[in-house]
């Protein structure tokens, strides 16, 4: 069989999403009969049958149900493929993607370290709740990522482990506590199960004036001032935090920066499992650094990272 055409997974997914042929060819700009042939062409150079289709309506087959899917990963690789590749023509710079309040206390030690390392180039700090998303469509050269992500098609390297604690404002009734649980922060009408997309500076002072309850890690507490209260939350498994990025990519100034994150992880004993050995020179960072076991954890209702 040929190559699929980009094209066609676009008609297929347009219908797919559609169920309707009318539809979907108002969506795509193109006649009706057309869409129509270039479905019954795909499905014959395929040679299966992506929907079932009777005069009244239309739905996808098993195997449509499976080709849906793939087709939208192919499309996504192709739009990360093209931002990538435009990235490269563009005066060199890194992209990494973070969610707020997440590794507040080593990552400006790493941003540090790359500055004064060889031949650095400006590393741009982007907040998304979306970071594995961020990776894959190129958005984001990399992204500093808990461990309960979907890491698939990404390479990544644990550099810590946090334990949740719980933002408070000052005077707040859980404040003097030595712990809280999930429960009682989801009693609180302030509360958000995750941080919103807003720098940490945002968050504290959103806390501070009573208008926000959030979990974060707390590597972060160093940056709390006076008005907020970080009280550990008792029923919440830690989270790990790796930096992942695209799978089987070469990137020189992002593995340059992949090491020095290690080196600083190790330096300062936050690396889970690490080796007393820091990485070595020029060139992709060592396999068995690059690319640890991740585990999972249990998933929560909140999330700290």
Known sequence: MDHLEVRELVYFIALAENLHFGRAAERLGIAQPQ???????????????????????????????????????????VDGAVRRTQQAAQPRRLVLAVRSGTGAGLLPRVLDAYRRGPDPVPVETVFTPELA?????????????????????????????????????LGHPLAGRDSVTVRELQAEEQFHDQCPPASLDEIVDRVA??????????????????????????????????LAWPRATALATRDRFVRTAIAVAISSGQLP?????????????????????????????VRSA
């Open 35 to 77: 869409l129509s042939r270039a479905i019954i062409r795909l499905e014959r150079r395929m040679g299966v049958r992506l929907f079932d289709r009777t005069s009244r309506r239309v739905r996808l087959t098993e195997a449509g149900d499976v080709f849906l899917r793939e087709s939208r990963g192919a499309l996504a690789a």
């Open 133 to 169: 998303a961020a990776v894959r469509d190129g958005t984001a050269d990399m992204a500093l990522i808990c461990d309960n992500e979907d890491f698939d098609g990404l390479d990544s390297v644990a550099l810590l482990d946090e334990d949740p604690v719980a933002l408070l404002p």
């Open 209 to 242: 004036l009573g208008q926000l309850v959030v979990v974060i890690g707390a590597s972060a507490t160093g940056r709390l001032g006076p008005s907020v209260v970080a009280v550990p939350v008792a029923d919440l498994p830690g989270t790990r935090l790796v």
């Open 273 to 301: 499992g690490a080796a007393a050995t820091e990485p070595a020179g020029p060139g992709p960072a060592p396999e068995s650094a690059a690319v640890p076991d991740v585990r999972r954890r249990d998933r929560s209702p």
